[in-house]
């Protein structure tokens, strides 16, 4: 009871203003008035699919690394089995857009893109599971809201029809679950005063490389 008094104060005083503040940026601003461009949805479709890659990659990482800890390894043989898609998802989007296979192969990642996705992993191989979930609860949370931006707003302005949305129609409902996942294993694993510490510092590390992602996208494709 204690630890969920913690992760409800976690949320509440580091995650979801980040949401806010995320959701509040030019990117989505834009985007919900429709007038964000073609050039930058087509930035984060490019950005996204490879950030995608590289979290599979170390998922698969994770699960041979913990082999002999069935717990854990059912942990990210679950994340693996979910997120295994989501990067054709995203590059189906992408060829909506108009974008090649050519393009998704020859794009690089930005530098805000690769501290991201950095961190991620960082979190995967390094982190304690609090403090690795503690990434996941903030990444979780704003993909499930901005997926729901994307899904509402794509359709709206640029008539995107429901197949090229699918990546944000399916992260916009099961993030849902994946969040109560993060929520429960900080809650079962932050059990001292230096768990908490570190779970508090992955958090607000997150927020502000999410925020300088989708920054970092908005100016580069500019």
């Known amino acids: 009871m204690e630890n969920q008094k913690f992760v409800d104060l976690l949320v509440r005083e580091i995650v979801q203003p980040g949401v806010d503040q995320l959701l509040n940026n030019r990117f ?13 949805i087509a930035g984060f479709a490019l950005q996204h699919y490879h950030c995608n ?29 979910e997120e295994q898609s989501h990067p054709d998802l995203m590059k189906r989007f992408g ?4 974008l090649t296979d050519e393009d998704f192969d020859k794009e690089l990642l930005i530098y805000e ?12 191989f390094l982190g304690t599971q609090a403090e690795s979930r503690a990434g996941a609860l903030v990444n979780e949370t704003m993909v499930c809201r901005y997926s729901g931006e994307f899904d509402t707003y794509l359709e709206k302005h640029y008539g995107f029809d429901s197949r090229a949305r699918t990546f944000f129609i399916v992260h916009s409902k099961v993030d849902q679950e994946h969040t109560a996942m993060a929520s429960e294993s900080i809650a079962r ?13 992955a958090a607000r590390n997150m927020v502000r490389f999410k925020l300088a992602k989708f920054e970092g996208i908005y100016d580069a494709y500019g």
């Open 28 to 40: 989505f601003t834009e985007l919900r008035e429709g007038k964000l461009s073609q050039k930058r």
């Open 53 to 81: 890659h590289a979290i599979n990659k170390g998922l698969a990482f994770c699960m041979v690394r913990n082999a002999n800890n069935l717990p854990l390894y059912n942990q990210f043989l679950e994340l693996f089995t």
């Open 113 to 124: 893109c690769v501290a991201h996705t950095a961190a991620v992993i960082r979190g995967m």
């Open 189 to 201: 694993n932050a059990n001292t005063d230096r768990d908490k510490e570190l779970v508090r510092a």
């Open 95 to 98: 060829f909506a857009i108009g």
